[in-house]
Structures are given as C-alpha cells and as structure tokens.
T-cell receptor
C-alpha cells in the first residue's frame, strides 16, 4: 500500500514568515494529493489539493508543489498569521490502494506573534 | 456546501459497554463512507470503508466483530464499538463521498470523542 512520510513533525515560525512542509509518497500510481488543516478537537479541513498532472497550485497565501519523479510534494504558507497555527496533514490517493486516503503523520505549526 | 454530522460529539462510557456513533450526510447522498480513528497527537488511521447496502471493508488489524459498521441508507452509517475498553478511547471521525463523485472527494464529520472508563 501507499506510505506517506511528512516532515517536520513540528514547525515554529515568526508571524509573517513562510512555513514549508514536505511529504514523500511511495506509490507511483498515486494521483491526488490533498492537504488538510486540523485545529484541536476539530475535523480536518481541506485547504488545497493537487493532481498528478499539475506541478504547482496556488490559492492566496497557500501553494502546493508536486514532483512526480521524486515522489514528493510540499505545502508552502506565506505571510503566516497566528490563525495558521494548527496541525497540517498531507495525504495521497492511489488506485492501487482502492482510492483510500493515506495520511502523513502531521506537522504541528505554531505561528509566534 | 456538503455537510457531514456525527452524533454524539462526545461520549463517556464504562468498560464493557457498547457505544454507537452515527455519521450522517445532511445535504447529499453518499454511497461510500469512511471511518477513521485518531489517537492524541497522531494521524488519522482508516478503520473501514462502508458502502451502502453491503458489508464494510476493514483495514488490516481492525477487528470487524468489535467495530460493527452498518450503512443502511445513502445518508447514514453507524459505527458500534462493542465491549469497549479504555484502549478504545479515541477520536472517531467519519467522512463521506457524495454519490457520483470519486472517493477523492471526502467531507469529514466533526468527530466523536470516546472516553472509556
């Protein structure tokens, strides 16, 4: 099955700086890569996603890049704000895994005011 | 937008009792629903995939006789934790894929926090 690794496990940034989270995946058949933000005790919320036929996608302060050859994808948050503090999960879906979501271990992001 | 609800939001029970958690898609029909378990400071782990009108598919290591899943309608799936023990204490989250979409599209419920004493 798919194995998704995520780094770092914790990330502390100064407000206004950028935050970068990196994930790798093992299954070359994976073709959909969502990112979720989860606040304490709440449901995961989809913040951005990317498909395997695209190399980069941006939505305001959030961007995701995908390198299919290297099998890694990254989340970039610019101009971080205190409300960006949360746990972020990357995930991957592969047809060889019956299209089930495989999650990374998560990154706890803390934005210091 | 698509809304998924869960009930109850939190439950405390005694060891040995059974607990039922409901997952409902409020404004769409879902042929497939997923049940996840999340322990503190850990990721979401898929427990089982629930398809309307058929038996659930369980992930390796998840006991189907302990975690009973029923998906009797296109808007409701239930997870029953039978003979709950303290180690079953966790955050249980469901998600639902709308009818006619791929399983890439999943809307998550708000989660149910289970504490077994």
């Amino acid at each position: 099955g798919e194995n998704v690794e995520q780094h770092p496990s914790t990330l502390s940034v100064q407000e206004g700086d950028s935050a970068v989270i990196k994930c790798t995946y093992s299954d070359s058949a994976s073709n959909y890569f969502p990112w979720y933000k989860q606040e304490l005790g709440k449901r995961p919320q989809l913040i951005i996603d990317i498909r395997s036929n695209v190399g980069e996608k941006k939505d305001q302060r959030i961007a995701v890049t995908l390198n299919k050859t290297a099998k890694h994808f990254s989340l970039h948050i610019t101009e971080t704000q205190p409300e960006d503090s949360a746990v972020y999960f990357c995930a991957a879906i592969s047809r060889s895994n019956d299209y089930k979501l495989s999650f990374g271990a998560g990154t706890t992001v803390t934005v210091r005011a | 937008g698509a809304v998924v609800s869960q009930h109850p939001s939190r439950v405390i029970c005694k060891s040995g009792t059974s607990v039922k958690i409901e997952c409902r898609s409020l404004d769409f029909q879902a042929t497939t629903m997923f049940w996840y378990r999340q322990f503190p400071k850990q990721s979401l782990m898929l427990m089982a995939t629930s398809n309307e009108g058929s038996k659930a598919t369980y992930e390796q290591g998840v006991e189907k006789d302990k975690f009973l899943i029923n998906h009797a309608s296109l808007t409701l799936s239930t997870l029953t934790v039978t003979s709950a023990h303290p180690e079953d204490s966790s955050f249980y989250i469901c998600s639902a894929s709308p009818l006619g979409t791929s399983q890439e599209t999943q809307y998550f419920g708000p989660g149910t926090r289970l504490l077994v004493l």
